[in-house]
């Protein structure tokens, strides 16, 4: 006779040694409903225990959470007389997917051995005493991540009897070093795993500004958000047998995350936008977290979130791939290129007035965001294991989907551009050349600068164990000017520029920061005359508003002209200022403005052109915590801003968010705040999470948004 349990909810409840006797004995009641035939009462999957061992109890304690390659342990209670060691013969059956078999490899039966192995599923029974068998038990290093449910099948006298033991999940194993995604670094791992919370980079190269982000991937329901992700991958929905036959593989999840956190093919996370309006959706710098926006796309039955950029977008890719075990940071690429025809040159054109006619599809960003995360390339030759660029932005496609990487990060050093997946995009991202064009009104196009240096620097990523920025600039590029570099060039096949000749005229801009919004910006136009004869030129200065992912927006700030005569090999400085009056209205969340100054020889015609970005630094936000932090107890932190703008400030708002402090959202209003007045908030709420957590304080107003400032909190137990 075949017995199978239909009510999965008592059979997979986790009961631990804590649980009182009422509760026992009500689990028992419900399992005699049975009938006698039953031959198991219940099953102990020792939830809280293995889940410490597992480093997923920051997860869940109510269920079971592993990861693969590594031993947990379970106990079976057999009804009285129901289990003969030395008779009856026990096979466990592991199955993942909607059609699990065994050619697939999304069912697994396996029986008690003597040994774990740490290549395979497997199981040992450590004793059998009073009915109670307890077995230790192992993954396979490469098991499918997901959901799975363990059966018991039990062989007695010819008969085999199928019990279902219970539900629970499996992980990636970076612990584990027969793991594709191991990582042999504990304080890596600390960081590129279990930190839930990071700091993200942003602004321009001469100013790079941390920005706090709350990745929460051990809140409870991001878990099962994140296998939901999966489930809604287009290749899920069209083949899912094929789909989890694939999900032991890294590669292939990380692959499927790039492509599911845009919604450019499918029913993905994020719809990203770069320009006005944002009324129909949060503005991208509003968000703090993660968390906010994958229970958005949950909740709302899988429609977009409205809307991303590319650190939002990058930020919530690593939330998924922390929470499913693969490590994984975010990387920022300051003056990072985009080139949409592959030719590795990035053409800008500019009128006789300086402004950029932006004919051109190809652009440069101030910064781009993207993740890396580190795993073994068993699909590619020896030598690009380690970390992998992987880019959810929609940019371009890759294999007809809005999706890039994994790239290996040693592959894009080398110019390795035959390597999969993306290397030649991301290698433009950091090494394109730049070529500047002036265009007139009437005359042929004229090439006026030519610059290899300017693309990919100061790559980013956060230290591991502190805050600060780490610059790894060096494990994308050689030193310029190195033979390894020049090594890389070629390999790439790259067309380098003809070096440009040495300039008789030249200008450049210095704009001596730090600068602060709403404070005047003091410029220099630096004019250098390096011929024998004296020079008269015209100076057309110019400023204007700049997206980051973008040039300027063609709307001037101010606009300057003077003649200028410039004696043999002098050196000419014209001092020039914006006041906040000019710029004020114009700034957005970054606070870019892009400088230009065209130098034009009034007799031979000859010009000169330099352009420079500048990012206007906000207020600080102040915080400080009153009192000790404990876990389950009241906490106050007083919060300080002051109105350094010469403006009043309406519509002022606090928002709160941290990971283990505040569910969700805390939303304070502040109304008005007149030119150099302080406000200070006193702000209580209860820590449910112990350990370092990050407070991060967003302040808004009709003339400012999204201002950060966060606080680390050490929670007591």
Not at 28 to 50: L, P, Q, T, W
């Amino acid at each position: 006779q075949l017995f199978r349990f239909s009510h999965y909810h008592i059979t997979s409840r986790c009961v631990h040694k804590c649980v009182c006797e009422k509760q026992r004995k009500s689990y028992n009641m419900a399992s005699s409903d049975f009938g006698a035939g039953r031959i198991v009462s219940y099953v102990d999957f020792h939830c809280e225990k293995n889940n410490r061992e597992h480093r997923t109890a920051e997860i869940s304690t109510k269920r079971l959470i592993i990861r693969r390659g590594q031993t947990f342990h379970i106990t079976i209670h057999f009804n009285k007389n129901q289990y003969d060691p030395d008779n009856d013969r026990i096979i466990l059956v592991a199955q993942t997917g909607p059609e699990p078999s065994e050619t697939s490899g999304t069912k697994i039966l396996f029986p008690l051995t003597d040994s774990i192995s740490k290549r395979r599923w497997s199981a040992v029974a450590s004793s059998f005493s009073r009915g109670k068998l307890y077995l230790e038990m192992s993954s396979s290093p490469n098991a499918k991540i997901g959901h799975h449910t363990l059966i018991l099948q039990k062989l007695s006298l010819g008969q085999t009897e199928n019990y279902h033991l219970g539900a629970f999940v499996v992980l990636f194993n970076p612990w584990c070093s027969e793991d594709e995604v191991f990582l042999d670094d504990e304080e890596k791992l600390k960081e590129y795993v279990l930190n839930e919370q990071g700091i993200v980079f942003t602004g321009c190269a001469d100013y790079i500004e941390g920005m706090p982000w709350n990745y929460g991937q051990f809140e409870e329901d991001i878990l099962d958000i994140c296998l939901k992700l999966l489930d809604n991958s287009p290749k899920h929905l069209k083949n899912p047998a094929k789909d989890y036959m694939r999900r032991f593989d890294p590669v292939y999840i990380c692959r499927t995350v790039s492509a599911m956190v845009n919604c450019n093919d499918d029913n993905g996370v994020l719809f990203g936008k770069w320009d006005d309006p944002y009324t129909d959706g949060v503005y991208p710098g509003k968000w703090n977290g993660s968390v906010a926006i994958l229970r958005q796309w949950n909740n709302n039955n899988n429609q977009p979130v409205c809307y991303g950029q590319c650190w939002v977008f990058a930020a919530v890719a690593c939330t998924v791939l922390r929470c499913l075990g693969i490590p994984t940071r975010v990387v920022t690429n300051f003056e990072s290129a985009h080139d949409t025809n592959g030719n590795l040159t990035i053409d800008s054109e500019y009128d006789d007035e300086g402004m950029d006619l932006e004919r051109s599809a190809d652009s440069i960003w101030n910064f781009h965001v993207w993740i890396e995360s580190w795993m073994a390339r068993f699909d590619l030759r020896r030598g690009n294991d380690g970390w992998q660029v992987l880019d959810p932005t929609p940019q371009e496609k890759s294999e007809g989907v809005y999706c890039c990487g994994p790239a290996p990060v040693k592959a894009i050093k080398a110019g390795d551009i035959d390597m999969r997946y993306d290397v030649p995009f991301i290698f433009a991202e950091v090494n394109a050349d730049c070529v500047t064009w002036m265009c007139p009104e009437e005359g042929k196009r004229v090439k006026i600068d030519s610059d290899t240096k300017h693309v990919g620097q100061k790559i980013s990523t956060k230290c591991v164990g502190s805050d600060e920025r780490e610059d790894i600039t060096d494990n994308y590029k050689h030193p310029e000017g190195s033979f390894m570099e020049r090594y890389a060039y070629k390999m790439a096949d790259k067309r380098r520029l003809p070096q440009k000749p040495k300039k008789q005229l030249d200008v450049y801009l210095k704009a001596d920061g730090p600068n602060y919004n709403g404070a005047n910006v003091k410029v220099s136009a630096i004019i250098s005359n390096k011929n024998s004869m004296t020079k008269n030129c015209t100076l057309k200065f110019s400023a204007m508003k700049k997206k980051y992912n973008s040039r300027s927006r063609r709307k001037f700030i101010k606009r300057y002209q003077e003649e200028i005569t410039v004696r043999p090999g002098e050196d000419k400085t014209v001092e020039l200022e914006l006041t906040y009056a000019e710029y004020g209205e114009s700034l957005d969340k970054y606070n870019l403005i892009r400088l230009t100054a065209l130098l034009i020889d009034g007799k031979t015609k000859e010009s000169a052109f330099t352009l420079k970005d500048i990012s206007l630094i906000n207020p600080n936000i102040k915080i400080q915590v009153l009192g000790t932090a404990v876990v389950s107890h009241k906490l106050t932190v007083k919060i300080n801003f002051e109105n350094l703008l010469p403006v009043e400030l309406n519509n002022c708002v606090f928002t709160l968010e941290g990971a283990g402090l505040i569910d969700g959202q805390k939303e304070i209003g502040l109304g008005k705040l007149n030119p150099g007045e302080v406000i200070a908030k006193e702000i209580s709420f209860i820590p449910s999470k112990r350990g370092l957590k990050k407070l991060t304080v967003d302040f808004d107003c009709d003339k400012m948004k999204d201002v950060k400032g966060y606080l680390n909190i050490d929670v007591q137990e």
